[in-house]
């Protein structure tokens, strides 16, 4: 079977690991900090905060930038569940707006929309949450500019985009970012997340919020959380930061050699990579003219691991149903139908790439 993901865990990372459990220091400590200050230099960013997931990197950034109950924030039903259950946790609302069907990522002009529609309402639109989907950085510079002319925060929900950039320019340093180190995920330290900023203020409330808003041991000025990082994560962190570089090299080759198979099959359309943009293929979604379900089947019985990232959009989620959610967000819900994810990791061999596309060619039409 050819996974759909692989962690790349060598020697560098096991031995990491041992001197931690060699040391003593399991908990925050030294190599959090010695992680955190790399992962910054990587995304150039003045500072990084390391937490225990993406989920908790997004829930405390949101705190930090301050919305809370009554406030509505735009984001994209096309994503992880954690992106829009982030703001749930601040008490806050999502608000949710079409994608764009080339990149799949938040479409700046259906924000719009629906900014201007919810404070016609009444209601408290005070930050956007584009998350830079699959890989490929949403259009930023549009983002930025929705933002300037209506006075919102912003938040990059880049838990799929480490090293994804824009004309060299990073995932996570256009605003205040968010970063997975999921197994799946590009780079991992088994669970882990990590917070990015230019905003001192804002680092500075998150590494409150992420250890029981105590500065001083045993000092609490705020309610803060269990949310930090173990030194034995970050350890593996920095080993796997190290190959990040080389293993994005391969991401992008193999997609390469993906598209330029089934880019003229007519029940198969490839990932799009915008001009400037850098597409760090943390997945590789090709969106299936005809029966998608199927596909994922016929290609399980050939040994090939597939994913549907995602089957549901959050709109259409129980949980969402059940709060009143019952927006129409019709390319949100095409992409739901259609896309199905291919390997792409650096786990790869060439074999396993023509079996791929061996298979995807011979996919009924
Ligand atoms: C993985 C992911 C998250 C959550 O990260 P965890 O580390 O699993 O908590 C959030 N948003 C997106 C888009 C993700 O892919």
């Not at 320019?169 to 605003?175: L, P």
């Not at 570089?245 to 990932?271: C, F, G, Q, S, W």
């Not at 129980?318 to 139908?337: H, I, K, N, V, W």
Request: charged share 20%.
């Amino acid at each position: 079977m050819i996974p759909i993901a692989r962690p790349m865990i060598g020697e560098e990372e096991k031995a990491a690991v041992l001197a931690v459990l060699e040391s003593g220091q399991l908990a925050q400590g030294e190599q959090v900090a010695r992680f955190e200050e790399a992962f910054a230099r990587f995304c150039g960013v003045r500072y990084a905060v390391a937490t225990s997931s993406g989920t908790t990197a997004l829930h405390i950034a949101l705190l930090a930038l301050g919305i809370g109950p009554g406030d509505e924030v735009l984001t994209t039903p096309f994503t992880f569940i954690a992106s829009a259950n982030a703001i749930l946790f601040c008490g806050a609302r999502p608000a949710f707006c079409d994608i764009q069907p080339d990149t799949f990522n938040l479409d700046p002009e259906s924000a719009e929309a629906v900014l201007r529609r919810r404070r016609a309402q009444g209601k408290r639109v005070r930050a956007i949450l584009p998350v830079h989907l699959f890989g490929h950085l949403c259009d930023m510079p549009a983002i930025l500019d929705l933002a300037a002319r209506y006075d919102l925060l912003v938040l990059e929900d880049a838990c799929q985009s480490h090293g994804a950039a824009l004309d060299g320019k990073k995932a996570g340093s256009f605003a205040t970012g968010c970063f997975s180190f999921y197994p799946t995920k590009n780079i991992t330290t088994g669970e882990g997340g990590m917070i990015t900023t230019d905003d001192e203020a804002i680092a500075e409330r998150c590494r409150l919020l992420r250890d029981h808003g105590q500065r001083r041991r045993y000092h609490h000025e705020t309610l803060g959380y269990n949310f930090r990082m173990t030194n034995i994560a970050a350890a593996i962190g920095l080993a796997q930061l190290e190959k990040l570089p080389r293993h994005t090299e391969m991401r992008i080759r193999n997609a390469a050699y993906l598209t330029a198979h089934l880019k003229d099959l007519p029940h198969v359309i490839p990932p799009t990579v915008r001009p400037g943009y850098t597409h760090v293929f943390h997945q590789y979604t090709v969106r299936i003219r005809g029966d998608r379900d199927r596909a994922v089947e016929e290609l399980r019985n050939r040994g090939i691991g597939t994913g549907v990232y995602y089957p549901l959009p959050v709109h259409h989620q129980p949980l969402y149903r059940q709060m009143g959610y019952d927006d129409s967000l019709p390319e949100a819900e095409r992409a739901c139908r259609e896309v199905l994810s291919l390997p792409v990791h650096p786990a790869l061999s060439q074999e396993d790439l023509k079996t791929i596309v061996e298979a995807v060619a011979s996919l009924p039409t």
